[in-house]
């Protein structure tokens, strides 16, 4: 049985209907990816199945006694509220019970109270009469993979670190479906891996939206396309999605084509003269009625936006250069002594544990930021384009058009003059769009117009911090293709890892501990490592298994005891066979049928794969180890 199910959907908000005649069903165990274009109404989706936005038409049927918990696109909760509280409250009125406890825990800790102490013991019980402590260490547990301050007040909080808030209250309460809108926005590597191996296990449904390729392709047994109002059904993997999605095109532009020159003929027929006319077919003429109703009635799709980037002269060779950086802020050190060298023509990328310091150091190279100690050297003849993550180059109440024009009605671009109305139909802006202030916009839509704005002008170096946030697959894919033809400098920070994998020539990995290692290649090139910390929690730097730019003099090595050289004779044949074991995993995993088993098999399957990674983790850590000593 389904765990829901909606039947002929309807939803227009505009003059283009959003969801037309749509259906949906979504069983226990799927895990169904929701894609499409930027406002093709995803989101107005998922709010129809929560019940919080009500079809125009159809029906919306759920399986009786079924929870449902979401994570929004965007975000809002009472900036006075604390995470526990935020988090804690995805568990209803069992969850209220256990904020208040956490609340007078804190408040007793700080000096006994008669009347805390009554309020305290009133908690207590509920939480005793309601399996309470075994949903305490639950909340605990998002909590801390998440990596988030219980105690922090969400209006201290930024945008992401919100959302990752979000998050969590929708894992903790346990739901038969969950409805999550790109909840990989503004999360860390780790963060996602941990959400990855959660879904992975999750044995309720889950329908998301999702435009990060690596997290879609590891958790999705079936790809849903929402596509000119109609959604249709892909089982499979994304790969197979691709190739019939293709094939599906190709035969649209088939039938389309050949229905357009039918209609073509009939109108050349109608057209005839005093002959023809006395000899029409009052059939034929019906026929051409219908054909010009359905001509009309076809929405076309939405065509590819035509990035284009401006590169302006080439800049010196060399780009930034580093020696001894440290960085701090408020009072905490974000970056330890770093020598690195930037040259002309490099795409590097950035990424490490929110908070870690990636946007601290761009800031610090373009000169915004004082070192704390160390020196940053900047080359000569740089025009810089600087992507900010928290769009704060937009003016929310500025309109489309201005935000490119700043109030001229031409860019120039390439040296010649564009009307911005143009330009920005290259960007996937219709006219009726111009006038609209940047409020309005979805957060595709917002990326798009920073990207519109930053390509209008001469550059020769990209910062891109979190560029792939909000954007859909084939504006992603696109901006990959840009970004490989310019021949200037890139430093990019992002967390989506297939995006990395096919821009950056090298990576620079923050460990949250102030340190930051380099590596040749993409994220896939990066070695294994063990998880990072939690934003404040203390622990020792990650050795890179590359040596860093500047390596400090080798210490003098001891001899290794005989157990160490046994152990570390025997780490290789170990981490061989986990490997192997892994592989053979993740290929019954990819099997089409793998989810049709007993969703106990299928659990136990996934958390053997988490504890070989695990194992993996620990075994490369103390050969590493080894190998230093």
């Known amino acids: 049985m389904s765990l829901l199910r909606l039947d002929d959907i309807s939803l227009a908000y505009g003059h283009h209907p959003l969801l037309d005649h749509a259906s949906l069903a979504v069983m226990a165990g799927e895990r169904v990816c929701l894609i499409g274009r930027n406002g093709e109404g995803k989101s107005s989706l998922l709010r129809i199945v929560a019940g919080t936005v009500r079809p125009d038409g159809g029906s919306r049927v759920l399986q009786p006694g079924l929870r449902i918990a979401t994570l929004d696109q965007e975000v809002a909760c009472a900036d006075t509220a604390t995470v526990y509280e935020i988090?804690?409250?995805?568990?209803?009125?069992?969850?209220?019970?256990?904020?208040?406890?956490?609340?007078?825990?804190?408040?007793?800790?700080?000096?006994?109270?008669?009347?805390?102490?009554?309020?305290?013991?009133?908690?207590?019980?509920i939480l005793d009469s309601q399996d309470g402590w075994r949903f305490q260490q639950r909340v605990h547990t998002v909590i801390t993979e998440l990596g988030l301050d219980p105690h922090a007040r969400m209006g201290e909080l930024s945008g992401g670190w919100r959302r990752r808030v979000m998050l969590g209250r929708a894992l903790v309460a346990e739901p038969d479906l969950l409805l999550l809108d790109e909840p990989t926005n503004h999360l860390d590597v780790d963060a996602i891996l941990w959400l990855e191996n959660y879904l992975a296990s999750f044995t309720g449904g889950v329908l998301f939206v999702s435009h990060d390729r690596a997290f879609l392709r590891r958790l999705a047994t079936r790809i849903v396309e929402l596509d000119r109002g109609v959604l249709s059904s892909w089982p499979g993997t994304y790969e197979d999605y691709l190739r019939r999605k293709a094939e599906a095109?190709?035969?649209?532009?088939?039938?389309?084509?050949?229905?357009?020159?039918?209609?073509?003929?009939?109108?050349?027929?109608?057209?005839?003269?005093?002959?023809?006319?006395?000899?029409?077919?009052?059939?034929?003429?019906r026929a051409l009625e219908?054909?010009?109703?359905?001509?009309?009635?076809?929405?076309?799709?939405?065509?590819?936006?035509?990035?284009?980037?401006?590169?302006?002269?080439?800049?010196?060779?060399?780009?930034?250069?580093?020696?001894?950086?440290?960085?701090?802020?408020?009072?905490?050190?974000?970056?330890?002594?770093?020598?690195?060298?930037?040259?002309?023509?490099?795409?590097?990328?950035?990424?490490?544990?929110?908070?870690?310091?990636?946007t601290t150091l761009l800031r610090a190279l373009l000169g915004d930021v004082p070192p704390a100690s160390g020196s940053v050297r900047r080359g000569t003849r740089l025009e810089t384009a600087y992507f900010d993550q928290?769009?704060?180059?937009?003016?929310?109440?500025?309109?489309?058009?201005?935000?490119?024009?700043?109030?001229?009605?031409?860019?120039?671009?390439?040296?010649?003059?564009?009307?911005?109305?143009?330009?920005?139909?290259?960007?996937?802006?219709p006219p009726e769009r111009l006038r609209s202030p940047v409020r309005m916009l979805s957060g595709g839509e917002r990326n798009r117009?920073?990207?519109?704005?930053?390509?209008?002008?001469?550059?020769?170096?990209?910062?891109?911090?979190?560029?792939?946030?909000?954007?859909?697959?084939?504006?992603?894919?696109?901006?990959?293709?840009?970004?490989?033809?310019?021949?200037?400098?890139?430093?990019?920070?992002?967390?989506?890892?297939?995006?990395?994998?096919?821009?950056?020539?090298?990576?620079?990995?923050?460990?949250?501990?102030?340190?930051?290692?380099?590596?040749?290649?993409?994220?896939?090139?990066?070695?294994?490592?063990?998880?990072?910390?939690?934003?404040?929690?203390?622990?020792?730097?990650?050795?890179?298994?590359?040596?860093?730019?500047?390596?400090?003099?080798?210490?003098?090595?001891?001899?290794?005891?005989?157990?160490?050289?046994?152990?570390?004779?025997?780490?290789?044949?170990?981490?061989?066979?986990?490997?192997?074991?892994?592989?053979?995993?993740?290929?019954?995993?990819?099997?089409?049928?793998?989810?049709?088993?007993?969703?106990?098999?299928?659990?136990?399957?996934?958390?053997?794969?988490?504890?070989?990674?695990?194992?993996?983790?620990?075994?490369?850590?103390?050969?590493?180890?080894?190998?230093?000593?």
């Not at 229905?259 to 000899?279: P, V």
């Not at 950086?325 to 929110?354: C, E, F, K």
């Not at 489309?400 to 700043?406: A, W």
Request: glycine letters at 8%; charged letters at 30%; aromatic letters at 6%.
């Open 87 to 125: 988090v804690s409250g995805g568990l209803a009125a069992l969850g209220a019970a256990l904020a208040e406890y956490d609340r007078l825990s804190t408040q007793l800790a700080e000096g006994a109270d008669g009347d805390l102490l009554a309020r305290l013991g009133a908690a207590q019980q």
């Open 249 to 285: 095109l190709a035969a649209e532009e088939t039938r389309d084509a050949l229905f357009d020159k039918r209609l073509s003929e009939e109108e050349a027929w109608i057209r005839q003269g005093i002959k023809a006319r006395r000899t029409r077919n009052e059939g034929r003429v």
């Open 290 to 358: 219908a054909m010009r109703r359905e001509r009309r009635a076809r929405r076309e799709r939405a065509g590819r936006a035509d990035l284009r980037l401006d590169t302006a002269d080439a800049s010196g060779r060399l780009v930034f250069e580093t020696d001894h950086l440290t960085l701090a802020y408020d009072g905490r050190v974000m970056i330890r002594d770093l020598s690195v060298t930037v040259q002309r023509g490099d795409r590097i990328a950035l990424i490490g544990p929110n908070g870690a310091g990636k």
């Open 390 to 429: 928290q769009r704060e180059q937009l003016d929310p109440e500025a309109t489309v058009m201005d935000s490119v024009g700043e109030g001229r009605l031409t860019v120039s671009i390439g040296g010649r003059q564009e009307h911005v109305a143009g330009y920005l139909r290259r960007f996937l802006f």
């Open 449 to 629: 117009l920073l990207l519109a704005r930053l390509f209008a002008r001469p550059a020769n170096l990209l910062i891109l911090d979190e560029p792939t946030n909000d954007l859909d697959t084939d504006t992603l894919e696109l901006l990959e293709e840009i970004l490989l033809e310019f021949t200037g400098t890139i430093l990019l920070v992002s967390h989506d890892r297939a995006f990395i994998d096919h821009v950056a020539t090298a990576t620079w990995v923050f460990d949250g501990a102030g340190c930051v290692h380099e590596y040749v290649g993409g994220y896939s090139d990066l070695p294994p490592r063990p998880p990072a910390p939690a934003p404040g929690a203390s622990q020792a730097p990650v050795e890179p298994r590359l040596p860093h730019t500047e390596t400090a003099a080798a210490a003098p090595r001891r001899k290794r005891s005989y157990k160490e050289q046994r152990e570390i004779d025997e780490l290789p044949q170990r981490i061989e066979a986990l490997e192997a074991e892994q592989a053979s995993l993740q290929a019954a995993i990819a099997e089409p049928r793998f989810y049709e088993q007993d969703q106990a098999t299928v659990a136990r399957l996934f958390d053997r794969l988490a504890a070989i990674e695990k194992e993996l983790s620990e075994h490369y850590a103390r050969w590493e180890a080894l190998e230093s000593s």
